[in-house]
Each structure stands twice: as C-alpha cells, then as structure tokens.
C-alpha cells in the first residue's frame, strides 16, 4: 500500500506524538502532512530524518510561533490544500486541529487515530482556560460555532475510527455520531527500570505546565502535606500563563525540573513513591501507564481515561474529589501500603507499544480489505 501519515503540527512532544512516532515506525516509507513544523523543537528533532510535508502555513509570518490558535478557522483552508490521490491509505492522527478533514478520493482508506474531538468546541478543559479572558471568550463565541460544524462535516468523511480510549469512543459516538475501535496508544519505557528497587521520597508529576493537568492542586497538596514533589515538564510557547501561576504557588518541596529525557524520566519514574495524575477528564494518560511499566502506583482522580489503566488497591489509589485533603489522604494510603512492583509492572503490560503494533497493523489490513471489497461492488 501507498501510505501517508497526517498530524496537527510538530512542535511539543507528547501523547499524541509518540502515537505518530510508532505510526511512522510501522509505515517508514510514508511522508508525514503537518499543516506547519518549528525546527528547533523536541517533535521535529525526533521526525526530522522522515519525510515531512508542512502546509502552506509554515511560510505565514509568526503563525507557527503565535497565530495558529488565533487562526484555527484557517483549519479547514491547511487540510483541503493537501493532495492525497496518489495513496491508498492515510492515517490521520486528529485532536485539536481537526486533520481529520483531509479530502481523499473514494479509493482512498482514511483512518483516523483519534486522541479527542477539540476540547475547546465541546466543554472541556483545555491547556489555556480561554473563558476567563473577555476578549478570547468573545472571540470564542464568534468562530467556534463554524468548527464545530465543520468537525462534525470532517469527522464524517473519515471511513474508520481509532479511539485512544473508551472515554474517547464515548465522544466520538456523541460528537459525530460515528462507531470507533479502541486501540490504546503505545507504552513504552527503557528496559533497565526493570533491575531498580529502591524508592525515594519524593512524588512525581510529568505534564507539561499548562491548565487542565491538575497542576495547582497538586502544588497545594505538597505545600499542605510538605511532601517533596517533582514536576518534569516544559513551559509551552503561547498563550498560557499556568506556568509562572503554578510556580509562584509552589513551596520549598516543590522542584520543577523542566523537560528531560527519556533516559533519565525512567529513572524518575521507578524512583518515586507514587505518580500523581489529577487532570479532571484526561482523555488517556499515557503517563500513568508509564509510571506503573516501572512499577510505580498512582495516586489519579477517579474519571476520564484513568478509569480504564488504573486498579484501585492493586496499582494505585483514586481521590474521589479535586482537593488538596483528598490529594493527602491518598498520599497517607499510599505510604501506608506495601505495593507489589511486579504485579503493577504486569498489569501495565497490557498497554505496551507491541500489542499497539498488532492490533494497529490488524485493523487496517482487516478495514483495506473491507474498503477494496466495497468499491468492486
């Protein structure tokens, strides 16, 4: 099969990027569409060996540093420009900038790997609280009743759906009105985590320092409780501000580590007492899973994706509210309990980067056949 692979843009490294990464694996051959790249960061560093095609927005002055959410209605005009006739499939990897609307000819397979519907059209918390600035929530009211239709217009002329989550197929099938197969992304740490026993005291967040990621809270507890926490992760270019709120809440446990690499994130993850995720509605949370694949149970709130990784009792603890006396009861569980690392370590396995592999290459040798079978009749 002729392949292409198609992603909102290359800038941060996350959940959604290491889902391409393992895509782009799978597919060497097939270029990556983007609607725009920003060279010196850590997504193009990890895809600038590939075949990278960007939209004619990455020749726009700033909208690759600072217009690309003001001018998210430009949406539609970066996706339609891309010329896919000569593929036989492509795989769309779709959360907030809608890549799912691609055009494509009936010949075509478009599967779309989906890590959310836009969080900003339906209600839910997003990286910048965008309602409590007047002119952005004005802003708001203007332009997203037109993506919202066009989502839904673009979400149907997708011919397959992947969900990352239960949490996720449940939107997909509120949103758009379209079945979706779960595969959940894929896991993956170093293997040497495996050999290292000893805990410290200290417990660990990984997110990057935007809204939405619980980070506040998580900041309160460890001042109220005097808990040593880390927090790894990076301050995006943009609009958000969440980062300098979050630091200047933060006490004399607290260490911001900033970002790191993978190497040295294992070892932050099999040396901690526990791994806090307190985001309200996480659309998946690969971190969890990451943390548990070192053995490491978690402290999460009990909704979102996180119900479908985390075992109460067996690989960490839920906290049943967003509060900071929440946060600390849980903590007391957690020292209270001998945890079981080999058991953590084998229920987290069932994520692992080989089952997304499989069951990937299945769906889509299975739907190609399906699709080729169609167009005979």
């Known amino acids: 099969m002729r392949v292409a692979l198609v992603h909102d843009y290359l800038n941060e490294f996350g959940g959604a990027e290491r889902v391409l990464l ?17 060279e010196d960061s850590l997504a193009y560093s990890r895809f600038k060996d590939k075949d990278i095609r960007p939209s004619w927005a990455q020749k726009v002055p700033f909208f690759k540093e600072k217009l690309q959410s003001p001018l998210r209605f430009l949406a539609p005009l970066i996706w339609e420009s891309f010329d896919f006739d000569e593929y036989d499939l492509v795989i769309s990897s779709a959360s907030w900038y809608i890549t799912k609307g691609i055009l494509t000819r009936p010949e075509t397979l478009h599967i779309c790997y989906c890590h959310t519907p836009p969080r900003y059209l339906y209600g839910f918390q997003t990286a910048m609280d965008w309602q409590k600035n007047w002119f952005i929530r004005q802003y708001a009211r203007f332009v997203n009743p037109g993506m919202r239709e066009y989502d839904y217009l673009a ?10 989550s239960v ?12 079945d979706s197969r779960v595969i959940y992304p894929p896991i993956e740490i170093e293997q040497q985590v495996t050999s290292k026993q000893h805990r410290a005291d200290y417990y660990l967040v990984i997110a990057r320092l935007v809204g939405g990621k619980g980070l506040p809270l998580v900041v309160e ?5 005097r808990v040593p926490v880390k927090i790894v992760g990076a301050a995006p270019e943009g609009w958000s501000d969440e980062h300098e709120r979050v630091k200047e809440m933060a006490g004399g446990t607290v260490e911001f580590t900033g970002y790191v690499e993978d190497s040295e ?27 548990m694949m070192a053995g490491t149970p978690v402290i999460a709130y009990r909704g979102g994706g996180y119900l479908e990784t985390v075992v109460e009792g067996k690989t960490g603890v839920f906290v049943e509210e967003l509060s900071a006396e929440a946060v600390t009861q849980a903590m007391e569980k957690i020292e209270k309990k001998d945890w079981d690392a080999k058991a953590i370590k084998k229920h987290a ?20 056949k399906e699709h080729k079978t169609k167009l005979r009749l």
């Open 349 to 368: 396995s069932k994520f692992s980067k080989d089952r997304f592999v499989r069951e990937v290459r299945g769906f889509v040798e299975a739907k190609y």
């Open 167 to 178: 949490n996720t197929q449940k939107r997909i099938e509120k949103f758009y009105r379209r």
């Open 221 to 225: 507890a460890a001042n109220r409780a």
């Open 22 to 38: 393992a895509l782009s694996e799978m597919f060497p051959d097939a270029p990556i569409y983007t609607a725009f790249y920003v």
């Open 155 to 164: 979400a149907q002329r997708v011919d397959e759906f992947i969900a990352n």
């Open 265 to 291: 994130l294992v070892e932050l993850y099999a040396g901690a007492k526990a791994f806090l995720a307190l985001a309200e509605n996480e659309d998946f949370g690969m971190t969890v899973v990451e943390a």
